[in-house]
């Protein structure tokens, strides 16, 4: 009996008990975040809730045995000295710092879900690399939102109570062999169940558990974003790597279905000079030539200028964004490379030879230039301006007054559209590229602008109401250029934002971005509204039509004004699974399975079709969705993007 009395009881108990803690606090942190983003993640009922809450604790676990680790080393190490005083300290501190600062990742997400649209991961590191502001961003968000740093702090301050509640009383072990050999046991047990854990179970034939296995146990794939915590979604994704080989169908298959390339014979003689704008958070919501027949109850514009352009100009008020972030904008515009569950620019992948519309516009001899009122770098539209060939960039250092910055992101936009505006032509053709900046959190306007422009219903709508005026008055300036008449302009968003309409908080509709070409030459007859369904990485081809590229193109978009039938194959990624529209249908692909089907007009992803509808019409789209993927992983990996 001597022997068992050497088994640290007192201690597993208490680590059980604070290890308890952490699952109390991250089911808490769960609460409220559905909370504060319960019109984007519609539960049904409080039962519904709960089943969420309990399928969430598999990926709580993972993500408290991370970040307790040494924590629940220390507690068990046979050191002696564990129930000593100073040495409780010790781990006192090794957990909340550790907890801490996990835990604050949670809080974050109350407020930057909103703006991403999925939970934290750690491509979060990528784009923070880029800026020098983030320690402002981060206090002016606090200064925002003040709920958050009181919800954090009161939470805490309870977390170390109750912690605090159950101490450890000094003991020093009799007989040494029996402790050593309890605690090694121990040890080796817990060991065990921390793998486990960790992995999500015990079994050999399965890989750890990821993002996508929390839409398992969801009716609407938004629901995956309650099961997951922060914490988890940015541990798990650190230093992984989704661009892998698959192989699903022949060569052939690929060429007939997918046709990643494409050839146009447009002639054109005077070739058009080109000006894309890539509207910083311009979401479809905000712009009333894009919402005429939504039947959306109390539906108010906020962008009066572009509107009046829209009459003037073919739109497509069914388009989508290829990807969530800004960098991901500029890929998929530019080089119609859409970015998936991994971005396509931050992978190891991003620096190869890629063709885009700015090395055919290279080929024809234009001149190719990029603008971006931020600090040269930023957002990382530099780096890969210079791996597509832009010949030009121009950010806030090359414009010089720093008097017009926001004092947080870049230059203002109408300033910067102004020194735009003169700066390209000098020689033409030209194609160019301006990435705008101001509607962007923290959603602040010019102080002589105060007043000017409707407050709205959420705060973007005052900022998109100032860069729309900030284009207009681009245009007044633009009007008098002797490059103006022969030019092709082109609008859309990088990703959207702030959601103020029931409409826009459907899953595929977080990713609903304007899309419109202009020119005021008739010759190009850019007229109308097409509602066919339309992407970002549509324009690439689109504009290499018009100019009249006649080589062959690699792309998975296709040309909006040609008369080719090329597959329309819509593509994109809620950072855990891959969402494409193709025929009639929507499906989920989680890289391996198909695990969604809808009907094309069901946004909100509400009715699950797998399994209830099976047709061969269906059975071919979801064999070319999974030949698309097979293709972009290949010419992707395989450096094929040429």
Known sequence: M??????????VLVLFYRIFLAYVFYQIARLLFWYFNKELIKVDSVS????????????DTTAILYVNALFILLSLVPVVINTKKGYQTVLFWLYFITNGIAYAMNFGDFVYYKFAQARLTSTALQVAKHESNIFKVFTVSIGQHPFVLIWFVVLMALWVFLYKKVKITEQKPVKLIPYFIWSI??????????VGGIRGDFKHSTRPINLVDANRFVVNPLQGNIVLNSTFSFFRTLGTNNFKEVHFVDEKYITENVQPYKIYDRKVENR????????????REYSGAFNKYKNINGYVSYTPFIDSLASQSLIFPNTFANGRQSIHGMSSVLAGIPSLTDAFTSSPYSNQKIQSIVSVCNDLGYDTSFYHGAPNGSMGFLGFGNILGFKHYFGKNEYNHDEDFDGMWAIWDEPFLQYFAK???KTQP???TVFTASSHHPFKIPEKYKGKFKKGTIEMHEPIQYTDYAIKKYFETAKKEPWFNNTIFVFTGDHTNQIAYGEYEKAMNRFAVPLIFYSPNPQYNLKGVNPEVAQQIDIYPTLADLIGYNKRIRSWGRSLVSDKQ??????NSDGSTEQFIIGNHMYRFDGKEITGMYEKNDLGFTNNLMGKVKTPETDKEMQTAKAWYQDYMDRVINRKLN
């Open 48 to 59: 519904d809730y709960f089943s969420l809450a309990f399928h969430g604790t598999a990926f």
């Open 430 to 432: 030209f194609m160019t």
């Open 423 to 425: 700066n390209v032509g």
């Open 272 to 283: 058009p000079n080109i000006v894309i704008f890539i509207v910083e958070s311009f979401g």
């Open 566 to 571: 090329y597959p329309s194959i819509i593509v």
């Open 2 to 11: 001597k022997f068992f009395k050497e088994f640290r009881k007192q201690e």
């Open 185 to 194: 046991l121990v040890l080796c047990g817990t060991a065990v169940l921390v």
